[in-house]
């Protein structure tokens, strides 16, 4: 990729090999004799760390695809399967998942440091453009991925975008019909997504290598934005970047690891812990976070196909970038002006991603379209005026200049970024005061967990407290479809022997069959058995309960939230806090009243909840004081019920809680060392080239 290669190996096999395939002379060439600028920042690292999150995606996919079934009946069991019996599948998805996350993140990153260092500009259209494209496909697998686990915002999030492309005039139904493989999101969908999710990530993995080929010709960008003149100004790929890069992946894989082993499910959506149900629509469908922005400016649009061209002009019109800002220099460091626009435009883009999580109503879609206007008009507007306006500084002679400055001019007051952060902040803290007032309902107050926190554990009297409570309670309308009674004495379960497992699910009936004469039957429940459900179907379980479905229990507590988000996630980063569902479930089971308040029409049928949306719930109060007996003195009150119950609940909901945890700790101590050792020898390395 760098030009013909001088790599002379010794080895008289690799002599025979390079000859016939010079594969290893090209990777010398590219990644280690290659020139690199030598006043790259950080920023750049973030390149390393997209290939090396592509590269974790591809393998943890292949491996998942191994037990995943992409059938509408079974993919959203199939998924849970992999997180409770597949060894370490918990550990897989949670990489995938979170994965997902890391990896836009990362790109994200990526962009806007090409924005900011203008690394779109002559000589590397192309370059830029190929980014775009793997961009381009990284959303269209990304969304295609979200859609397998076949949960409620899964189904529903691809209805709503597949919906969109009907807005084409005259081919838009055709389009749908194509995509659907029928006339509703269903089977076929399911299995065309899966096709297609597996084979676009090969497909981003050759335009990254196309990608990676253009960079090696017109050579990288640096913050100065002046090219290379002189050897004086470059330093060999390996060992500068490339020990550069390792320390940069190193202290990324430890943000990355907190999110897999602490924080696994908090940048999902609670809805996809429901099977999916075509009869049941959501309150809010929202995407996942990195597509919210441009979420955001389709719902900004009153009119359909409008606001389709929209959402997809904001990513399109990035390739021309490099014809629509046609200013000379390309680092915004040397800018004042568009310095501080980039930063306003990052604030556009913030503000579009909060508006993308929020109702579409009253004052968000009113802020919404102002970003929505902003954010083209910093392409379509400011740029272009920007390259005939600016007065940029003076860009050093050369990088071995830059590097060797050891002051900069006077950075310019960042005004304009001080009273955007202002106006973002005043709307959206506004907006979200006035959502919170329309909402008009209680939150359940935080409870203290023995789970909580990234050491926590499960109270093993609480489990079987609980597990008693389900028992005699809850067992009678809800189901535990994905715990098997062997779970009752794995590792981390709430601490029986096999023998009492074994005993437990004999005291079940399983129904089995066809014997040999083609009959179904009876028999006592064994350890491999799952909870059985105390309805035969929905359509039982609604005539035995007046018409509601009681949820299956074993994720209630994961499917059970509220919302927190930005900025709450700042806080919830640092203290771990993670527990609304448990806190959720356990404030509902003790938020009846028995007489509504004064002016709230209750239903007929109904009974009054102070934490159940609406208030009106179709369950009537299952808890009691005195209903359970403990044989450990625990009192016999409806919050220790609350309380023990929706403790077995949070262990059915995650039985590998606690392995996660210990294995997190490990992980972080590893990375830890290694990040101190990469640091000190990335800075003996550097120390020569300075």
């Known amino acids: 990729m760098s030009g013909p290669s001088d790599f002379q190996p010794t080895n008289p096999a690799l002599k025979w090999i390079e000859r016939r395939l010079p594969i290893m002379g090209l990777m010398h060439s590219s990644f280690v004799a290659y020139p690199t600028p030598r006043n790259l920042n950080y920023w750049w690292t973030f390149g390393a760390i997209l290939s090396f999150m592509l590269g974790v995606q591809i393998l943890t996919g292949v491996i998942l695809a191994m037990h995943y079934t992409p059938h509408a009946d079974m993919a959203f069991k199939s998924v849970e399967l992999i997180v409770r019996d597949v060894n370490y599948g918990w550990l897989l998805r949670n990489i995938h998942a979170s994965g997902a996350s890391m990896f836009f993140f990362a790109v994200y990153i990526h962009m806007f440091r090409g924005l900011y260092y203008g690394s779109y500009k002559e000589p590397r259209e192309v370059l830029w453009i190929l980014g775009v494209i793997i961009y381009l496909l990284m959303m269209a697998t990304g969304f295609m991925g979200y859609v397998l686990p076949w949960g409620q915002m899964s189904f529903w999030g691809a209805t709503v975008i597949t919906n969109l492309f009907s807005a084409v005039p005259y081919f838009g139904e055709s389009i749908v019909t194509l995509l659907w493989g029928g006339y509703a999101v269903g089977n076929p969908t399911l299995n065309r997504f899966f096709s297609l999710h597996y084979l676009l990530p090969f497909v981003i993995a050759g335009v ?371 527990e609304q569902g448990p806190d959720y479930v356990t404030a509902l089971l003790e938020g009846y009243e028995d007489k509504p308040p004064a002016g709230f029409n209750l239903p007929e049928g109904s009974y009054y909840n102070t934490y159940f949306p609406g208030h009106a719930i179709k369950m009537p109060k299952p808890l009691n004081d005195g209903q359970v007996t403990y044989d450990d003195g625990s009192p016999a009150t409806v919050a220790q019920y609350a309380k023990d119950v929706t403790h077995f609940l949070m262990w059915a909901a995650e039985p590998h809680m606690e392995a996660r945890k210990q294995l997190g700790l490990q992980v972080f101590v590893f990375l830890i060392l290694l990040t101190v050792l990469l640091y000190f020898t990335k800075k003996k390395v550097w120390a020569n080239a300075h």
Not at 256 to 277: H, K, T, V
Not at 410 to 435: D, F, N, R
């Open 208 to 578: 990254v290598v196309l990608h990676i080929w253009a960079l090696h010709v017109a050579g990288q960008n640096n913050p100065a934005g002046v090219e290379p003149k002189t050897e004086k100004d470059t330093v060999p790929f390996t060992p500068y970047a490339t020990m550069k890069d390792m320390f940069g992946v190193s202290c990324f894989l430890l943000f990355f690891a907190w999110f897999i082993f602490y924080m696994p499910n908090y940048l999902g959506d609670p809805e996809n812990y429901i099977p999916a149900n075509p009869a049941v629509t959501p309150a809010h469908i929202v995407p996942e976070w990195y597509y919210l922005p441009f979420y955001a400016i389709l719902r900004s649009i009153p009119n359909k196909l409008a606001g389709v061209v929209a959402m997809f002009g904001a990513i399109i019109i990035l390739a021309f970038l490099p014809w629509l800002d046609s200013a000379k220099t390309r680092s915004s460091k040397y800018r004042p002006l568009a310095k501080q626009f980039f930063w306003m435009f990052v604030v556009v883009c913030i503000g579009l991603g909060y508006l993308g999580a929020q109702p579409p109503e009253g004052i968000y879609v009113i802020v919404g379209r102002i970003l929505t206007f902003l954010y083209f008009a910093y392409f379509l507007i400011l740029l272009p005026l920007l390259a005939r306006i600016e007065k940029p500084r003076p860009v050093p002679n050369s990088i071995a200049d830059d590097v060797l400055a050891k002051t900069g001019g006077k950075p310019a007051p960042m005004v304009s970024t001080v009273i955007a952060l202002m106006v973002a902040g005043g709307l959206l803290l506004g907006g979200a005061e006035s959502a919170r007032a329309a909402e008009g309902s209680a939150k359940p107050p935080a409870q203290k967990w023995s789970f909580s926190g990234p050491f926590g554990k499960f109270d093993r009297g609480a489990m079987q407290r609980g597990l008693k409570v389900y028992k005699e309670v809850c067992a009678s309308c809800h189901g535990l479809s994905f715990v098997a009674f062997r779970n009752l004495a794995e590792t981390g379960g709430p601490g029986y022997s096999v023998a009492q497992a074994q005993a437990f699910a004999s005291e079940y009936k399983v129904k089995d069959g066809p014997n040999d004469q083609g009959e179904m039957f009876e028999r006592p429940g064994r350890p491999a058995d799952y909870f059985p459900s105390p309805f035969p179907n929905e359509q039982a379980a609604r005539a035995a309960n007046g018409g509601a479905f009681p949820p299956d229990l074993s994720l209630i507590t994961k499917a059970r939230s509220y919302s927190r988000g930005f900025p709450m996630f700042l806080i919830d980063f640092f203290t771990q806090y993670q």
